[in-house]
């Protein structure tokens, strides 16, 4: 059994992208929209967490260079 994996940032920014295109194309019924977009909010969501995850990374590392400069 294969152990599951986190899907690479990347991968699930091209899928939001999908579904936004999909949604956008107008060709879904109304339920089929809101399936979409449940899914498209869920990915929003993930992907504001690995960004924020990212930026205090980013922060950390940014005042440890600075103190490193005192």
Known sequence: ?????????????????KIVTNIESGKLNLEESLKKFEEG???????????NSAEKK????TDELKEEDL
């Open 58 to 61: 980013i922060k950390v590392l």
């Open 1 to 17: 059994m294969q152990a599951k994996t986190t899907p690479q940032f990347e991968d699930q920014l091209v899928e939001l992208e």
């Open 41 to 51: 909010i869920k990915l929003y969501k993930d992907l504001k967490k690995t960004i």
